[in-house]
């Protein structure tokens, strides 16, 4: 069965420095893909970053980059140079499309404060 | 682009009502679904749906019943509305291809007296 962990509940950083955030996930796939998602303040949830399970390189896009450790069963998101703005809680995610039933499930968020 | 519609945005209801929960997209995608975020938690699969008329249920859907009688809807029914489920539904919807994102509703908030 699908599971995706998040052990961090809460982390603090200041503004400007490198955060990671920890993921990690249990499949019997060959195949998949995972993602990492934003939640606001407001409720709003919005996709981040994704990595297919076949790539090797790790993903990058903007200030958010993956450490994709595919034996550890593991995708660490790094945020680069925060901003206030990048205070939030966000979620890994995982997606099996070869089960047939596009089931996709959720690890528990971290939250994210950046401080000035 | 699109958007995702969830109706209502509060929904109150007294203990050991049947509540719904309606989600409409214009994306046109295929695959749809329903989660649960109770406060400060994590997000449940409650149930999917991969096309028109089909239901998968995810990991919390006992208690609740779910339709999908168009491509475009998806209702979220919880059976007997009980006062620990008082949670914030998200709808989602995402194209049924490999590494396709899903996109979310602003959520609905259940509250039941």
């Known amino acids: 069965a699908q599971k995706v962990t998040q052990t961090q509940t809460s982390i603090s950083v200041m503004e400007k420095t490198t955060v990671t955030m920890d993921c990690v996930y249990e499949t019997q796939d060959s195949s998949y893909f995972l993602f990492w998602y934003k939640q606001t303040a407001s409720g709003e949830i919005v996709f981040l970053i994704r990595?297919?399970?076949?790539?090797?390189e790790n993903a990058t896009v903007g200030h958010y980059s993956l450490n994709f450790q595919k034996p550890k069963s593991s995708i660490g998101l790094i945020i680069t140079a925060t901003q206030i703005e990048d205070s939030a809680v966000y979620f890994c995610?995982?997606?099996?499309?070869?089960?047939?039933?596009?089931?996709?499930?959720f690890g528990t968020g971290t939250r994210l404060q950046v401080s000035p | 682009g699109g958007i995702i519609t969830q109706t209502p945005k509060f929904l109150i209801g007294q203990e050991g009502q049947k509540l719904t929960l309606k989600c409409q997209q214009n994306?046109?995608?295929?695959?749809m679904y329903w989660y649960r975020q109770d406060s400060g938690k994590g997000l449940r699969l409650i149930y999917y749906?991969?096309?028109?008329?089909?239901?998968q249920k995810g990991d919390l859907s006992e208690g609740y019943d779910a339709s999908r009688e168009k491509k475009s809807s998806f209702s979220l029914t919880v059976t007997s509305a009980q006062k620990n489920e008082m949670a914030v539904f998200l709808c989602?919807?995402?194209?049924?291809?490999?590494?396709?994102?899903?996109?979310f509703g602003e959520g609905s908030r259940l509250i039941v007296v």
């Open positions: 994306f046109n995608h295929d695959t």
């Open positions: 989602a919807s995402s194209i049924r291809q490999r590494g396709n994102t899903l996109y």
């Open positions: 749906s991969i096309t028109e008329n089909d239901l």
């Open positions: 995610a995982m997606r099996e499309p070869s089960s047939n039933t596009d089931k996709v499930v």
């Open positions: 990595q297919d399970s076949y790539k090797k």
